[in-house]
């Protein structure tokens, strides 16, 4: 069972239908008690990271979110929320990060590109793993950002998208992943990626 962590930023309606389409079992909770049930996590993210991590800590689900990880249980951020499980992040000044992977949000250099990057991408594989049945460097996915993570490790890295600069859009290591696209909209290929962390779960 999935549990979505809802700490008031995250985009949860897109999320709920896609896995209802899937019908993959989840449920939605900003209640710990309630989260601590579910075997593996969703955590959405939209507006500014500051204000999600001053949320977060404010609830008690940062150090929840670290607990859950310590315990093995997969954890997968969309948008903002793969942001957050960075170490900090430049957006509305300085704010950290949950430091659950190496690496610093930035903003995206104006190079003659339109800021924010909104719109679909071609994806570029860079590393496989489960996440990432049946995804090719064919398949595009839907991005709307503004920052992007910057100096993060080689290693999590799973797949990228140029932009000006080269995105990190799909990291993972260990049990923990995230998109920086939202998988949601982002058709048939965000889907799979979905059901792929559905089957991660399932198989621990």
Not at 154 to 166: F, M, Q, R, T
Request: aromatic fraction near 8%.
């Amino acid at each position: 069972m999935i549990g979505i962590i809802d700490y008031g930023m995250g985009n949860i309606f897109s999320v709920t239908k896609a896995m209802e389409r899937m019908d993959v079992p989840y449920f939605v909770s900003p209640d710990q008690d309630e989260l601590k049930k579910a075997d593996s996590y969703i955590l959405p993210g939209v507006g500014s990271f500051k204000d999600a991590m001053d949320h977060l800590k404010l609830t008690g689900l940062d150090s929840f979110i670290h607990e859950m990880v310590k315990e093995e249980k997969p954890l997968l951020g969309i948008c903002l929320g793969m942001q957050l499980l960075f170490e900090a992040s430049e957006e509305n000044g300085f704010a950290e990060g949950l430091s659950l992977l190496k690496g610093t949000v930035r903003h995206i250099p104006n190079h003659e590109l339109k800021v924010p990057h909104m719109g679909w991408n071609r994806l570029t594989i860079q590393k496989r793993s489960p996440l990432l049945e049946g995804i090719t460097d064919e398949d595009h996915a839907y991005f709307v950002h503004s920052y992007y993570v910057n100096e993060a490790k080689k290693d999590a890295i799973l797949a990228s998208v140029s932009y000006g600069v080269e995105v990190p859009a799909i990291v993972g290591k260990e049990l923990v992943y995230g998109t920086q696209f939202h998988p949601e909209k982002s058709s048939s290929a965000g889907l799979q990626i979905l059901r792929n962390f559905a089957a991660i779960a399932e198989g621990r």
